[in-house]
């Protein structure tokens, strides 16, 4: 079964900065697109960041110059970079990918940011 992983979650301040990573199992993750999704309390989840298979990166205009996905295929990876992170940033972040017509999730990371 296609596990995630997510890892680096925490707390910071405005201003810091968070790294997130995501490994994936049982899957040939370079095949495919990945992705970091993101849920606040009351609020739908929403798309923070895609990589496709190839690298072509598209982000949410929230995040946009502030936060980088990537990915590492060779290690089955998938990685957030957010810098200047905003207490709207705060929420569990999801890693996802999309495989055979499946949509596979890791179980989420808290990201808060507070003073």
């Known amino acids: 079964q296609v596990q995630l992983v997510e890892s680096g979650g925490g707390l910071v301040q405005p201003g810091g900065s968070l790294r997130l990573s995501c490994a994936a199992s049982k899957i040939t993750f370079s095949m495919y697109i990945a992705a970091w999704y993101r849920q606040a309390p009351g609020k739908q989840r929403e798309l923070v960041a895609s990589?496709?298979?190839?690298?072509?990166?598209r982000y949410a205009d929230s995040v946009k110059g502030r936060f980088t996905i990537s990915r590492d295929n060779s290690k089955s990876t998938v990685s957030l970079q957010m810098n200047s992170l905003k207490p709207e940033d705060a929420a569990v972040y999801y890693c996802?990918?999309?495989?055979?017509?499946?949509?596979?999730w890791g179980q989420g990371t808290q990201v808060t940011v507070s003073s």
């Open positions: 990589i496709t298979s190839d690298s072509r990166t």
């Open positions: 996802s990918t999309s495989a055979s017509g499946l949509v596979y």
